[in-house]
């Protein structure tokens, strides 16, 4: 998905990653397109909570040497100041203890480090990145059905007010453009349809699926009408001083 951000690509390109850790890894999507336009870094360290996205990770980053670490309990065992760069990648909408994470990333970094948040925002979208944003909104309500932290996206202020709360001070900031062309294609449309439908399906025993489906059929009249792509991103380089 990140391959469609050529913007973040630039910014990425520009990094000096040290000693780098990427926190809530996942599958290792960021950290493969990281990966895949820098190699200044020294050492690279991966963190997630959840054990099956790790392994995805570990799977798709095979050739590279990684220190992956699989925890909830904060802090890590860790050192402070070990990290010349950390980057938050799309992970700040699943964050529950989010000042736990801020504190603790704020141990981790090094003195002169470089915290990078890099976040879907949902203000100031055009048609086919709101069919995205209200998918993703849909994703995150099952989520929570399923007892699963995530929240909908953020505007651009909201993530820059919890960046300033967390006591981490804004060195730079871009909003990065999905390249991708955002006219409505049949194939991509009707795969789309076949995963929300999927999605709401899942859930036809709960008391909310009627709400779900009305939400999904929603949903697909906007996709049907506009074409989907993922918004554009806040991109935040944060430092402690
Ligand atoms: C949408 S994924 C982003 C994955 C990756 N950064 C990327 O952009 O490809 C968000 C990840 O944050 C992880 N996460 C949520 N809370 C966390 C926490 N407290 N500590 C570490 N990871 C966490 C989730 O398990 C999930 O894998």
Do not use: W
């Amino acid at each position: 998905m990140y391959k469609e951000y050529h913007a973040l690509a630039l910014q990425i390109k520009n990094l000096n990653l040290g000693e780098y850790l990427e926190f809530g890894c996942g599958d290792g999507g960021f950290l493969d397109f990281v990966l895949a336009q820098n190699s200044s870094y020294k050492t690279i360290t991966a963190v997630d909570i959840n054990p099956e996205s790790v392994d995805k990770a570990q799977e798709k980053l095979a050739g590279h040497d990684i220190h992956f670490i699989v925890d909830k309990k904060l802090p890590l065992d860790l050192k402070m100041n070990s990290f010349s760069t950390i980057t938050l990648s799309n992970t700040l909408h699943h964050l529950q203890n989010k000042e736990s994470v801020f504190a603790e990333l704020k141990r981790l970094i090094k003195p002169d480090g470089e915290i990078i948040i890099t976040e879907m925002i949902s203000n100031e979208l055009a048609r086919p990145e709101q069919t995205y944003c209200r998918f993703h909104a849909l994703r995150a309500e099952v989520d929570r059905l399923h007892g699963i932290f995530h929240e909908t996206t953020y505007t651009a202020n909201e993530i820059q007010e919890m960046i300033s709360e967390a006591g981490l001070r804004i060195r730079s900031k871009a909003i990065l453009l999905n390249a991708k062309e955002a006219v409505p294609d049949k194939i991509e449309v009707a795969e789309m349809e076949t995963i929300i439908d999927n999605l709401t399906q899942a859930e036809s025993l709960r008391p909310e699926f009627l709400a779900l489906e009305e939400t999904a059929r929603s949903i697909k009249a906007h996709l049907r009408q506009y074409g989907i792509k993922r918004p554009r991103q806040l991109y935040l380089a944060t430092t402690t001083y």
